[in-house]
């Protein structure tokens, strides 16, 4: 059992802030139940449906309820994380980082002591509002203690790679780390090797192909059944009780989705073990997961999630998620361009131009890969445009165009230019331009542990609509991820939704449900409707 695995156990381990399923508040309602195994609420959901009268063309509104219970497992047990690409950037920074958090690692600066934290962590830097108090005061907690979650601290790491190189030595080769905390924290890392991954040099760019030198041979039913028997001997090592497995490597150029080869489960089961070789290695991993019983997460823009995979995982009943980490100027442009149609503010044209030196940048300087990356950036804007009918005619749309450059020079450190462009009163032109440098493996890091701690409680997440109903998980895509992913991948027939802080919001309100309290909203009538 590798150093990261058994920190626990370790002498010298900093106690967390707070243990995994620790929680700020009970509630104290009848319609709230607590258990030494679960939390279960009465949940009545409130909405309204519109219907439009085909000759007045007047819109009719009608309030409604739905009645949901929500049951929520409180213990957490021993949670495990398998990174595709643990070598790489991202998976080594979020390894070494987690290892400082656990130990209470800290490091010299120029600027004196720095100590760890998950700062850029929505679940572990961020508070959410619960309510008031006897003064009218607002009362905050926590994000990650609203409903019993995982603490980083305690998930056991482990994973894949194509390159051979220990996760100490990959740290050292992805130039992201204090030079001060890699050499604290290089010797457990060095014990850490990836697993033997999957390579298939037409999905990625040639320019990889020297680091390909730990690769799991065979046909691709034959990787798929190791990679099953990675997922299972990995859970049983370390005792787990469930294995997330989340893509953090190199962007794959998209697969060809065709009937016949990925529409179905079973299409793209047999496609597999015909060795087609428009089966990605992402989908592979994908389809191993979910034959565990491990959810998969897709933190790169390709379209692993196929229309196979949507099946298969729903008729698993194994959570997916994805696309794409959103972590520096797709956040920031979901964010702007909601604010500007949200102020009756016409975005014409939005410029977005990155250039970075780290591999990411290497891989996806070869066109078909950027095309991945160009397709998941591209769609961030459509439903808050789609929204407002009085700015934008149907099929209009914004001016949107995207640029990606390989400089090596300035490593992990990208910059991003922004500029929008939009229509203003009487015609006018308003001009908004943006420089952002992103540390981009820094920023990654957070969303893998973000990613990671709202799967595995929704693996703890029943719910039902009657009392003499069937429990039943929440639907297989987790679109509740959204907030973390560029091009969020969602349920058939349900709409994206890209507006930042609507996806915050809706994961706030969702847990509030798990726990019988209303939702947040800001009307704050006791400081409005008052004599």
């Not at 950037?89 to 002591?113: C, Q």
């Not at 730990?214 to 090592?237: M, P, S, V, W, Y």
Request: aromatic share 8%; proline share 5%.
């Amino acid at each position: 059992m590798s150093p990261i695995n058994n920190l626990a156990n370790s002498a010298d381990a900093a106690a967390p802030a707070t243990a995994s399923g620790s929680t700020a508040f009970k509630v104290d309602s009848p319609s709230v139940r607590y258990t030494d195994s679960s939390i279960e609420s009465d949940y009545v959901y409130d909405s309204t449906v519109v219907s439009r009268d085909a000759a007045s063309g007047k819109y009719s509104a009608k309030p409604t309820q739905v009645h949901y219970k929500f049951r929520t497992k409180t213990n957490v047990g021993r949670v495990g994380l398998m990174m595709v690409g643990w070598g790489g950037n991202n998976g080594s920074t979020v390894t070494a980082s987690i290892l400082a958090n656990k130990k209470g690692i800290s490091w010299e600066t120029r600027k004196g002591t720095q100590e760890p934290n998950y700062f850029g962590s929505l679940m572990m830097a961020s508070t959410v509002k619960l309510g008031v108090d006897e003064q009218l005061k607002d009362v905050y907690v926590p994000f990650n203690e609203v409903v019993p979650m995982a603490h980083p601290n305690d998930i056991v790491i482990g994973g894949w790679d194509i390159n051979s190189k220990n996760i100490g030595d990959a740290m050292r080769r992805a130039q992201v780390l204090p030079v001060d905390l890699q050499r604290r924290v290089y010797d457990e890392l060095a014990e850490l090797k990836p697993l033997p991954s999957v390579y298939y040099p037409d999905f990625i760019a040639a320019n990889q192909e020297e680091r390909a030198d730990n690769l799991i041979g065979g046909t691709k039913q034959e990787q798929l059944d190791h990679l099953r028997k990675d997922i299972r001997d990995f859970k049983q090592a370390n005792g787990l009780d469930r294995v997330i497995v989340m893509w953090t490597a190199n962007t794959e150029r998209y697969a060809d989705v065709a009937v016949g080869l990925n529409d179905t489960a079973d299409n793209l089961l047999q496609s597999i073990a015909n060795g087609h070789s428009e089966v990605s290695p992402s989908t592979l991993f994908a389809v191993a997961s979910i034959l565990e019983g491990a959810p998969f997460i897709n933190g790169s823009p390709q379209n692993t999630l196929v229309p196979g995979v949507i099946e298969l995982a729903e008729r698993e009943h194994t959570f997916v998620g994805g696309d794409d980490f959103k972590s520096g100027q797709t956040k920031i442009k979901s964010v702007l361009a909601e604010f500007l149609v949200n102020a009756g503010i016409k975005p014409l044209a939005i410029t977005s131009y990155n250039h970075l030196g780290n591999n990411d940048g290497c891989n996806l300087s070869a066109p078909a890969q950027f095309r991945s990356k160009e397709i998941s950036k591209s769609s961030v804007v459509d439903d808050m445009v789609g929204a407002n009918h009085l700015l934008y005619k149907k099929g209009e749309h914004p001016d949107h165009t995207i640029v990606i450059k390989y400089v090596p020079s300035v490593g992990d450190s990208k910059r991003a230019m922004d500029e929008y462009v939009s229509e203003i009163f009487m015609g006018g032109l308003n001009t908004i331009s943006l420089y952002n440098t992103c540390e981009d493996s820094l920023l990654a890091s957070p969303l893998i542990i973000d990613l990671f701690m709202m799967t595995e409680l929704m693996t703890r997440v029943t719910y039902r609509q009657g009392d003499d109903a069937e429990w039943l998980p929440f639907h297989s895509v987790l679109s509740i991820l959204s907030y973390m992913l560029k091009a969020p991948v969602v349920a058939p027939n349900t709409p994206v939704v890209n507006a930042l802080a609507k996806q915050r919001m809706a994961m706030e309100n969702i847990l509030r449900a798990f726990v019988g309290l209303p939702p947040n909203n800001e009307m704050m009538l006791e400081h409005k409707a008052f004599h």
